[in-house]
């Protein structure tokens, strides 16, 4: 029994901490904006492609095509501890998270030809 007792109270100072990160894929990146764009040359046709269609589409004041795309993601860390004892009488988790936002502003002329764009990036 006091073995038993031992085992309990040592194991409660043990703790498992685990990470989980969840991924965020897209295509829609910094370099990828970087590459893809070049005033100019670029056409709506090649941005289509690359990443498929724009979350927003509007008209600047002078009639132009104005093409929004925006990806935001919330990272999560989630961390807990579990022990022996604390198992039993209580458990406890964490959980870290940061908001991240991406977006691209292009405008296109007649041709609808990318005739300028903007590119936008927050963490917080």
Same mark, same amino acid.
């Given at each position: 029994m006091r073995l038993f007792i031992s085992l309990v109270f040592v194991s409660s100072f043990w703790g498992c901490q685990t990470t989980q990160e969840v991924p965020q894929k897209s295509n829609l990146t910094a370099g990828s904006a970087k590459t893809l764009l070049v005033k100019g040359q670029t056409t709506q046709a090649?941005?289509?492609k690359a990443w498929? *269609?724009?979350?927003i589409v509007t008209q600047s004041s002078t009639g132009e095509a104005v093409w929004t795309y925006s990806k935001q993601s919330y990272d999560t860390k989630n961390s807990s501890f579990a022990g022996g004892l604390f198992v039993i009488a209580a458990g406890s988790a964490v *959980?870290?998270?940061a908001t991240s936002s991406f977006d691209v502003i292009i405008t296109f002329d007649e041709n609808d030809i990318v005739k300028d764009f903007s590119v936008t990036s927050t963490q917080f």
């Open positions: 090649d941005i289509l498929g *269609s724009p979350n *959980s870290k998270g």
